[in-house]
């Protein structure tokens, strides 16, 4: 998967299917069927955190570049994250903070369903996310889309009513998009962020790998 240059804030040919399913439209979203906003926008834009797990103290610190819409993220998850996890986060060695990348509308639906619960939440709703991603990433529409994704919120512990207030919120879309791309040019400058997921361990930058590989890397820092 690699980044593209679409606009991430246009759902125009989504809208009929949503308004026939009941289900409201974001109001970030740019078309004219779209409900309007009923509240004015906010006077500053909203202050994105990227969330971490692990010791403040580690002595590797890593961040993974993912996207809720990429299989070989989600690969990465089930299959690799909780060997990562188990044998360097938890004991103290890895501290991994998480930078989101939008492809696609899809995606930052993903992100605003992962955010709406807190860093309390967000990190098992990202395990859900991937765990249901055929469920709702490669639903037919965007109204699919949100009926999985509430389906996932709930499990989470929130009602639909919340849901639906975090993705009507057009400044923390508009926030995100902006903290994403903000975060791509400066570890990536000059195009050359290369895809999802991607790492990078104590400075150095990596493409998608094992866990023996990744493992490797690791063991190497430690031992400096």
């Known amino acids: ?43 500053t834009p909203p202050v994105i955190a990227d969330f971490t797990l692990g010791s403040a103290d580690a002595k590797v610190k890593m961040v993974e570049y993912l996207s809720f819409t990429c299989p070989h993220c989600e690969h990465f998850h089930a299959e690799i994250f909780p060997k990562l996890k188990a044998d360097y986060i938890d004991t103290g060695k890895v501290n991994i903070t998480y930078h989101e ?16 619960g807190g860093e309390m939440r967000y990190f098992g709703i990202t395990d859900m996310l991937y765990d249901k991603q055929r469920d709702w990433a490669a639903a037919a529409d965007v109204a699919g889309a ?59 930058k990596y493409s998608n790998m094992s866990y023996e590989d990744m493992k490797k890397i690791i063991d190497a820092e430690l031992a400096k």
């Open 146 to 204: 949100v009926v999985e994704l509430k389906k996932i919120a709930r499990t989470a512990g929130m009602d639909d009513a919340t849901v639906d207030t975090c993705l009507h919120d057009q400044p923390m879309a508009e926030a995100l998009v902006a903290h994403y791309q903000s975060n791509i040019a400066t570890d990536f400058p000059n195009d050359s962020f290369g895809g999802t997921p991607s790492f990078i361990i104590n400075g150095q």
């Open 101 to 116: 990348v939008y492809f696609d509308q899809m995606g930052l639906l993903g992100a605003m369903v992962a955010r709406c």
């Open 1 to 43: 998967m690699t980044l593209t240059r679409r606009s991430l804030l246009t759902l125009t040919s989504s809208f009929a299917a949503l308004a026939a399913t009941g289900v409201t439209a974001p109001l970030w979203a740019d078309s004219a069927s779209a409900p309007a906003a009923t509240a004015a926008p906010a006077a």
